[in-house]
T-cell receptor, first 116, second 112 residues
Framework: NAGVTQTPKFRILKIGQSMTLQCTQD?????MYWYRQDPGMGLKLIYY???????DKGEVPNGYNVSRSTTEDFPLRLELAAPSQTSVYFC???????????????FGNGTRLTVT | DQQVKQNSPSLSVQEGRISILNCDYTNSMFDYFLWYKKYPAEGPTFLIS?????DKNEDGRFTVFLNKSAKHLSLHIVPSQPGDSAVYFCAASVSGNTPLVFGKGTRLSVIA
């Protein structure tokens, strides 16, 4: 079981370029999330989805877009990369938000993005 | 405005001793709390959780204590092992129906 798979692992972008961070899960989870982690900071929620076709903003959505056309995939789009978007991005999934210890978030291994 | 605070960026403990990691929260609506552990170049992994109807939850070497009146929780690791060296994140949710809010993390170093 692969769990949550993120690609690419690393990427360097120039200011103004665009890219899509890919995330796929094979656990048939309904809920998926994108978090970013800046150095010395916790994980901040960018966007989340409670099912195919449904997405919602998190704490720091500006500069990002998402789509959820299938249960498995939840790509994150950066349209005009800025240095402030330099971060490590984590995708996660769960059956429900968090109902009990049997349904914790499962995280991917992250994408390290540098914008110069 | 941080709703979940981990005020100690780092902690160093000798192998075999107890590690105590602390977490404070400001949102009184939070009623479900989790601890995640993160190794370098990996995603966080779930460690242990507690709901507000309890004040303690134990899983092997890991115990989480919740003090609702103080809006404080702590993670105890006994005995600490070198493999426990990682960053530990405290996270909280409202009724298990909202996305997790994470603290900044505490880096634990267990010295052999």
């Amino acid at each position: 079981n692969a769990g949550v798979t993120q690609t690419p692992k690393f990427r360097i972008l120039k200011i103004g370029q665009s890219m899509t961070l890919q995330c796929t899960q094979d656990m048939n989870h309904n809920y998926m999330y994108w978090y970013r982690q800046d150095p010395g900071m916790g994980l901040k929620l960018i966007y989340y989805s409670v099912g195919a076709g449904i997405t919602d903003k998190g704490e720091v959505p500006n500069g990002y877009n998402v789509s959820r056309s299938t249960t498995e995939d939840f790509p994150l789009r950066l349209e005009l990369a800025a240095p402030s978007q330099t971060s490590v991005y984590f995708c996660a999934s769960s059956y429900y938000f968090i109902r009990d210890s049997n349904s914790p978030l499962h995280f991917g291994n992250g994408t390290r993005l540098t914008v110069t | 405005d941080q709703q979940v605070k981990q005020n100690s960026p780092s902690l160093s403990v000798q192998e075999g001793r107890i590690s105590i990691l602390n977490c404070d929260y400001t949102n009184s609506m939070f009623d479900y709390f989790l601890w995640y552990k993160k190794y370098p170049a990996e995603g966080p992994t779930f460690l242990i959780s507690i709901s507000s109807i309890k004040d303690k939850n134990e899983d092997g070497r890991f115990t989480v204590f919740l003090n609702k009146s103080a809006k404080h929780l702590s993670l105890h690791i006994v005995p600490s092992q070198p493999g426990d060296s990682a960053v530990y994140f405290c996270a909280a949710s409202v009724s298990g129906n909202t996305p997790l809010v994470f603290g900044k993390g505490t880096r634990l170093s267990v010295i052999a």
